[in-house]
C-alpha cells in the first residue's frame, strides 16, 4: 500500500513512459479502493451485527445461517428496555453524571485556564504535571485511594461521589486545553476593555470566552464522553440498581434466562447515540486536541 | 484566585492517592474499618510466591497483552491511514465509516464481540459454518488458547481508527513535491515509505506509541466484560488482578502492592522511553 504514497511523484519523471504509469496508476487505484471496502467491513460489520439484532426477533436470534437483515422487522427489544427498571435507571444516571461533570469541568477550566494563563504564580507548572498524570498514571492504581477517599466523604455508592471522581480526572485536561486558547488571545485586547472600565467577569464573559468557543467544545466533549462511557470507576463506586450508570448495567445484562442479546443490543445502541453524535460532530478538533496532549479515557 | 479550586484539587488527587497507595502496600488492612498495621514489605513477598496471584505468567499475560493490542493498532491504523491518506475519488464516505469502531462505549463494543464470538450460536462460527469451514469454528472466549488473541482483536477494533486519524493528520503535512523529488531522484517505494513518510509521521507516532502503552497496561473494560479475566486466568492481566485482590478478596494490601509494582513500571516506561527519545533527537533526523 505504500505505494500509494508515489502516486502524486511518479507520473511526472520523465523516464517513465506515460501508458505504463496511466496503468499502474488505475490498480493503484483499485487496490486502495478494495483495500478501504476491506477496512469499511471490518468497522462497521460488527455494528451492522448489532443493529440487525437489536431489530429481529428472538426466535431470528440463533437462525441458520446468520440473518443479516431481519425480516419480520421488529422493535420488540426497545419496548422491552423502556420497561427495564435497570437500563432506565441507567440511562438517567448516566445522564445526571456526565452533564454534571461537564458543566462544572467547564466553570473550573474557565476560571482556571484563565488563571494559568494570565497570571504568574509559584506551581504554575503543576499544571502541565497534572495533564500528564491523569493521562499517563494507571487509573486501576487509584481504585483504592479513592475508594477510601469517598468513604470517608460518605460519598460512596452516591451520584455525586461518581461526579467527583470524574471531575478529577478531566479537570487537568480542560484546564489546559482552555488555558491554550486563552494563550493565544491577545492580551492587549483585554487591556483596553479593563482601561474602558470593564470588570474581569465581565470581560471573561463578553470577550474572551467567545473567543475560546472552540476550546470549551473541546473541553465539553472530551468531559462528557469520559463522564458516559467510563466503567471501572462507576463498577467500583456504586452498589445496587439505583445509583449504577448504564455502562455498569450493560456490563451485567443478563437474567434467569441468559442473555437477551436483541434486548442488549437495543441498550447498546441508546448508548451508543450520544457519543456517536458528540463525535461525528467535532471529529476534527478531537483530533487537533488529541494530538496536542490530551486523549479519549 | 482563580487557579485555587484547580490547584487544591489536583494536588489532592495526585498526593494523596500515591501516599495512601504506599502505605497500604506496607500495611496489613483490616475491614470494614481500615485499620493498617505496618508489616514491611510483607504483601509483596506475598504477591511474588502466592500461586493464586501467578506473579510471573501474570507479568508475562500483561506484556503479551500490551505489545499484541498495540502491535495490532498500528498496524491497521497505519494501513488504513495511508490507504485513506491516497484520497482516491470515492473513499471519502469511507473513512467516516472506518472511525465508527473508536466512537462506540467500550461496554458496548465488548458486548457486540462477545455476540459475536459467542461458540456456535455468534455468528463468526455460523458464518464459518455457512462456508462449510465447521472445521474452523470455535469457542473463541471459552478456550484458553485463544480467549486472550480474541479480547485483543476486539479491542483493536475498537482503537485503530484514532492511530489512523493521528497519522492522517500527521501526514497532511508532507507536500507531494517531496514524493515529486525523491521519485525524480529514482527512490523506490519502501525508499520513499522510509524516508518521507515516516519521518513525517515520527512524531505523531511517539505521541501515540506512549498513550496506547499506558491505555492498554490500563484497559479494563473490554477484558472484564468479555472474559472477566477467565477462562482459567488466560486473560487475566494486572489491572484484573488490581481489581480482584482489592474488590473480589477485599485485600486491600495485595491490591496497593500490586498497584505500587505497576505504577514503578510505567514509570520506568516512561523514563526509558524519555531517555530514548532524547536520544533520538540527538542524532540530526533525516528530515
Redesign the interface.
Same mark, same amino acid.
Given at each position: 500500500?505504500?505505494?500509494?504514497?508515489?502516486?502524486?511523484?511518479?507520473p511526472?519523471?520523465a523516464t517513465v513512459p506515460e501508458t505504463r504509469t496511466r496503468k499502474s496508476r488505475a490498480g493503484?487505484?483499485v487496490l486502495?479502493?478494495a483495500?478501504?471496502?476491506l477496512?469499511?467491513w471490518?468497522?462497521?460489520g460488527?455494528?451492522l451485527?448489532?443493529l440487525s439484532?437489536a431489530l429481529k426477533p428472538e426466535v431470528d436470534?440463533?437462525s441458520?445461517?446468520?440473518q443479516w437483515i431481519p425480516s419480520p422487522l421488529t422493535f420488540e427489544h426497545f419496548v422491552a428496555i423502556s420497561h427495564n427498571h435497570a437500563v432506565i435507571r441507567g440511562f438517567l444516571n448516566t445522564l445526571i453524571i456526565a452533564s454534571s461533570t461537564t458543566a462544572i469541568a467547564l466553570l473550573?477550566g474557565v476560571?482556571?485556564g484563565?488563571?494559568?494563563s494570565r497570571?504568574q504564580?509559584p506551581?504554575r507548572t503543576?499544571?502541565l504535571?497534572?495533564v500528564l498524570?491523569?493521562?499517563?498514571?494507571?487509573?486501576?492504581?487509584?481504585?483504592?485511594?479513592?475508594?477510601?477517599?469517598l468513604?470517608h466523604l460518605y460519598l460512596m455508592n452516591t451520584l455525586p461521589g461518581l461526579i467527583l471522581v470524574y471531575?478529577?480526572v478531566v479537570?487537568?485536561v480542560s484546564?489546559w486545553l482552555i488555558k491554550g486558547f486563552f494563550d493565544k488571545i491577545p492580551v492587549e485586547i483585554e487591556e483596553a476593555a479593563v482601561v474602558d472600565g470593564c470588570s474581569i467577569p465581565r470581560l471573561l464573559w463578553q470577550i474572551v470566552l467567545p473567543v475560546a468557543k472552540p476550546a470549551l467544545i473541546a473541553a465539553a466533549m472530551y468531559a462528557f464522553i469520559l463522564a458516559?462511557?467510563e466503567?471501572?470507576f462507576a463498577?467500583?463506586f456504586t452498589q445496587g440498581l439505583d445509583k449504577r450508570p448504564l455502562?455498569v448495567a450493560?456490563?451485567f445484562?443478563i437474567d434467569e434466562n441468559g442473555i437477551r442479546?436483541g434486548d442488549?443490543?437495543a441498550a447498546?445502541l441508546l448508548?451508543?447515540i450520544p457519543?456517536?453524535i458528540v463525535?461525528?460532530f467535532s471529529?476534527r478538533l478531537l483530533?487537533?486536541g488529541?494530538?496536542e496532549g490530551a486523549?479519549?479515557g | 484566585?482563580?487557579?485555587l479550586?484547580?490547584?487544591v484539587?489536583?494536588?489532592?488527587?495526585?498526593v494523596?492517592?500515591?501516599l495512601?497507595?504506599v502505605w497500604?502496600s506496607l500495611s496489613t488492612v483490616r475491614l470494614p474499618t481500615?485499620q493498617t498495621t505496618f508489616v514491611g514489605l510483607a504483601n509483596f513477598a506475598n504477591i511474588l510466591t502466592d500461586p493464586a496471584i501467578g506473579a510471573g505468567q501474570l507479568v508475562q499475560r500483561t506484556i503479551e497483552w500490551v505489545a499484541g493490542t498495540v502491535l495490532l493498532r498500528f498496524a491497521l491504523g497505519f494501513?488504513?491511514a495511508?490507504?485513506?491518506?491516497?484520497k482516491?475519488?470515492?473513499?471519502a464516505w469511507?473513512?467516516?465509516?472506518?472511525?465508527?469502531?473508536?466512537?462506540?462505549?467500550?461496554?458496548?463494543?465488548?458486548?457486540?464481540?462477545r =455476540?459475536?464470538l459467542q461458540s456456535d450460536?455468534g455468528?463468526l462460527d455460523?458464518?464459518l459454518?455457512?462456508w462449510g469451514l465447521t472445521r474452523l469454528a470455535h469457542n473463541w472466549l471459552g478456550d484458553p488458547h485463544t480467549a486472550l488473541p480474541a479480547v485483543m482483536v476486539a479491542y483493536s =477494533?475498537a482503537g485503530f481508527?484514532?492511530i489512523m486519524?493521528?497519522i492522517l493528520?500527521g501526514l497532511q503535512g508532507v507536500p507531494?513535491e517531496q514524493?515529486?523529488?525523491?521519485?525524480?531522484d529514482g527512490a523506490n517505494? =519502501?525508499q520513499?515509505?522510509r524516508f518521507?513518510?515516516v519521518p513525517a509521521v515520527r512524531g505523531?507516532l511517539a505521541?501515540a506509541l506512549?498513550?496506547e502503552t499506558?491505555?492498554a497496561?490500563?484497559s479494563?473494560?473490554t477484558l472484564?466484560?468479555m472474559t472477566g479475566g477467565g477462562p482459567a486466568n488466560a486473560t487475566q492481566t494486572w489491572?484484573l488482578a488490581?481489581?480482584r485482590a482489592?474488590?473480589t478478596d477485599y485485600n486491600?494490601g495485595a491490591?496497593?502492592a500490586l498497584?505500587?509494582l505497576?505504577?514503578l513500571a510505567?514509570v520506568t516506561l516512561?523514563v526509558i522511553y524519555s531517555a530514548a527519545n532524547r536520544a533520538s533527537q540527538a542524532q540530526p533526523a533525516p528530515r
Open positions: 500500500m505504500t505505494l500509494l504514497e508515489t502516486q502524486g511523484g511518479a511526472r519523471t493503484q487505484h486502495v479502493y483495500l478501504g471496502l477496512f469499511v471490518f468497522s462497521v460488527p455494528l451485527w448489532g439484532t436470534q440463533y441458520f445461517p446468520p473550573v476560571l482556571g484563565y488563571g494559568f497570571f504564580f506551581g503543576t499544571l504535571w497534572s498524570f491523569t493521562q499517563l498514571f494507571p487509573r486501576v492504581v487509584v481504585i483504592v485511594p479513592f475508594f477510601i477517599t468513604r471531575l478529577m479537570f487537568p484546564i458516559w462511557n466503567f471501572l463498577l467500583v455502562s450493560l456490563a445484562f442479546w442488549l443490543m447498546s448508548m451508543s457519543a456517536i463525535f461525528t471529529q483530533v487537533r488529541l494530538s486523549l479519549k | 484566585m482563580l487557579v479550586p484547580a490547584t484539587l489536583i494536588a489532592l488527587m495526585m494523596y492517592p500515591t495512601q497507595t497500604f481500615f494501513v488504513a495511508l490507504v485513506f491518506n491516497a482516491v475519488r470515492g473513499t469511507m473513512r467516516v465509516l472506518v472511525v465508527l469502531p473508536w466512537t462506540m462505549p467500550s461496554v458496548v463494543s465488548a458486548n457486540l464481540w =455476540w459475536i450460536v455468528v455460523q458464518t459454518k455457512g =477494533w481508527p484514532f486519524l493521528l493528520a507531494v514524493y515529486e523529488a525523491g521519485a525524480v517505494w =519502501w520513499l515509505f518521507i513518510t505523531v505521541i506512549i498513550l499506558v491505555q497496561v490500563n479494563f473494560d472484564t466484560v489491572s488490581i481489581y482489592g474488590f486491600f491490591a496497593s498497584s505500587v505497576m505504577f510505567a516512561l
